[in-house]
Structures are given as structure tokens and as C-alpha cells.
């Protein structure tokens, strides 16, 4: 099976999805007034990831939108990926 993350930061909406095999099984959305992506992105993943029992290991890839979007949260995303990336060359 193919699972891929998806995480969406690039607006004010904050998004995690995993996908199945091209299919959405889980996602998790907030669209503030505000950003708040700091404080949801890590729970997002970890809350997908709990939920589906699907391991970091089980991921086939991880798909970050590309921009515009606050530099933060751009550098959360990009120290989140390093941290998968590293847990995969141990699977």
C-alpha cells in the first residue's frame, strides 16, 4: 500500500491529510482568523498517524504544499520533514 502525508500551509488554513492509494482516509482542517499553524501542524500529523495506525516507517511519501506562506511555518515544515526523513533511514 502507498501512504502519503500531506501537509497544506501555505494559507491561513492549517491541513494534515493521509492518503491511501490516491484516496483521502483522514484529514484534520483549521481555519482560523489568525494563523495557528505552529501550535497544529505536530498535533495534526500526530493525530492522523495515531488514529489510522499507519507508522512513519508505512509512509511512501510526504507532500508539502509549496507556498506563499509565513517564513515560520514554512521552516516548521521543512524541520517536521527533516525529522521523518531521518526516522526513515532507520525503516
Known amino acids: 500500500?502507498?501512504?502519503i502525508l500531506n501537509i497544506?500551509?501555505?494559507t491561513k488554513n492549517c491541513s494534515v491529510s493521509l492518503a491511501q492509494n490516491g484516496?483521502?482516509?483522514l484529514y484534520r482542517?483549521?481555519?482560523e482568523q489568525g494563523y495557528s499553524h505552529a501550535e497544529k501542524l505536530h498535533v495534526?500529523?500526530?493525530e492522523i498517524l495515531k488514529e489510522t495506525a499507519v507508522g512513519i516507517k508505512d509512509l511512501s511519501a510526504i507532500a508539502v504544499s509549496k507556498g506563499p506562506g509565513s517564513i515560520?511555518?514554512?521552516v516548521l515544515v521543512f524541520l517536521?520533514?527533516?525529522d521523518?526523513?531521518?526516522l526513515w533511514e532507520f525503516r
Open 29 to 31: 482542517e483549521i481555519a
Open 23 to 25: 484516496e483521502t482516509i
Open 8 to 10: 497544506e500551509t501555505a
Open 84 to 86: 521523518f526523513a531521518m
Open 44 to 46: 495534526f500529523i500526530e
Open 80 to 82: 517536521r520533514q527533516k
Open 1 to 3: 500500500m502507498t501512504y
Open 72 to 74: 515560520l511555518v514554512c
